[in-house]
């Protein structure tokens, strides 16, 4: 059963036709990779998963709502979260503050910053945090400054931010940009437990294609805003047309 359905979606900036008619369905309790060159629209698309653009034509469907054009809190509540290419987590916040933050505005659809001492207080807040922590594998660095963490260790945080919202789709933007092979690893050893635990569903855009090929069950190749195949990792590597978008090979 697909969770995420996306019909006939264009989107041009100006003179710029970044997405072209394109059509994807994100099956329930998978990982779905999305890739392709530079400049092949995947961003915008993903921008598109969450709301925060409006594709000119077409539609986008989450679980039977739309998406379009909802406040990114409705977007929360909807029960999807998102991990950008950077990963966005307060540098002067320890670690549990980090993990507080998006518990508390899922519960109350904002945060303000003076209310962190009030959270804190409150034993079950705590309780969901520190478990969730637990799972990224970081709960000996509970009071550590974020700013302090190892970009590997930055990502997990994110990660576990986004868990603690308890979301039904994951969006991950290229999550191993500028890590180191053993930090990438780690990440996608983490990423297949959070998928078979939570019974999560994940939709990741990635250009390390050995985190492509680990983690995903099914792939579509972008070029030029257009979906160029759709297919699983085993027909993926082998398709003509992939090899030539990549390769410059004609076969």
Known sequence: MSILEVKNVSKNFGGLKALSNVNLS????????????????????????????IPDTGSVMFDGQSVLGRHPFEINQMGISRVFQTPE?????????NMLIPIFAKRDGSFRM????TVA????IIEQAEQVL????????????????????????????CL?????????????????????????????????????????????MHVVFSLAERI???AQGTPLVEDTPENIKIHPKVREAYLGESV
């Open 26 to 53: 994100v099956v329930e309790n998978t990982v779905h990779a999305i890739i392709g060159p530079n400049g092949a629209g995947k961003s915008t698309l993903l921008n598109c998963f969450v709301g925060k653009l």
């Open 220 to 222: 579509t190749v972008l």
């Open 134 to 161: 637990e799972e990224m594998n970081m709960a000996d660095k509970l009071h550590m400054h974020s700013a302090a963490l190892s970009r590997g260790d930055k990502r997990r945080l994110e990660i576990g931010m």
């Open 114 to 117: 003076h209310a962190l001492e």
């Open 89 to 97: 987590i307060f540098g002067d916040l320890t670690v549990i503050e």
């Open 164 to 208: 603690s919202q308890e979301p039904r789709l994951l969006l991950l933007d290229e999550p191993t940009a500028g890590m180191a092979r053993a930090d990438t690893n780690n990440t996608i050893d983490l990423l297949k437990r959070i998928k078979d635990e939570r019974d999560i569903t994940i939709a990741i855009i990635e250009h390390d």
């Open 121 to 124: 207080n409150e034993a079950e």
